[in-house]
């Protein structure tokens, strides 16, 4: 490790991952905006190179780290509850002049649950214990959503000790090296995740 050839984080998935057929939830903090925007962008850009629609890319946002797994289990169970409905009008309606298709896909955007939610936000360690509680919180919290969703959930928390680490990941470090932007390794994993099977 450490040589010429070592590559530092994620390689390339060796599938295609073609994400033209995928709804993905981004749920964001209001906290430390300044970093978290372009986190988001970054994940945006993302996840239109793997060619999600920007119409299936639905983005909330939330007051701090802390209500980023209640707020994406909230609003996938939603979905979930949506796309039962749907299927129940469907069956309703059979009868009707409408296709299934018309009737599934409103003005392009894809109905049904999500296929993949992204969890952002970014932890900056102060002087008290409060960093530590919350990061153990929400690490767990977005593990739960899911494995209790069976919805992909992406960590993109940022559990930082300085202003300028965080800067860094966000690709936007006040130096010559602006550093790596995490939202685009975290919308390729939601992609690559959403798309798992055997
Ligand atoms: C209170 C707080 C603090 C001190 N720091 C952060 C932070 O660095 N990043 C973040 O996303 N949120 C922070 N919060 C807010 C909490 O996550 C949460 O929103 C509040 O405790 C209300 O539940």
């Known amino acids: 490790m450490g040589g010429d050839d ?5 390689k390339e998935s060796s599938n295609k991952l073609d994400g033209s057929s995928l709804k993905i939830l981004i749920v964001h903090t209001r906290w430390n905006a300044e970093i978290v925007n372009p986190l988001v962008d970054g994940t945006k850009s993302s996840l239109a190179k793997y060619g999600v629609k920007s119409e299936n890319i639905i983005i909330r946002d939330v007051p701090g780290a802390y209500e980023l797994p209640g707020a994406a289990m909230k609003l996938i169970r939603q979905s979930q509850q949506e796309s039962t409905n749907l299927v129940s009008n469907i069956v309703d309606d059979l009868l009707s002049t409408q296709t299934l298709s018309d009737k ?11 296929d993949a939610v992204i969890c952002i936000g970014v932890l900056i ?7 530590e509680y919350i990061a153990d919180a929400v690490s767990h919290g977005i593990m739960r959503v899911g494995l209790d969703t069976g919805v992909p959930a992406v ?8 202003d300028e680490q965080a800067m860094q990941r966000a690709g936007i470090g006040r130096g010559e090296d602006k550093g ?3 939202g685009l390794d975290w919308g390729s994993a939601a992609v690559e995740m959403a798309l798992l099977k055997l």
């Open 104 to 114: 599934a896909n409103v003005e392009g955007a894809k109905s049904g649950p999500f």
């Open 6 to 10: 070592f590559h530092k984080g994620v």
């Open 155 to 162: 960590f993109g928390v940022l559990t930082c000790l300085t």
């Open 180 to 182: 790596h932007n995490h």
């Open 125 to 131: 360690k102060g002087s008290t214990m409060h960093f």
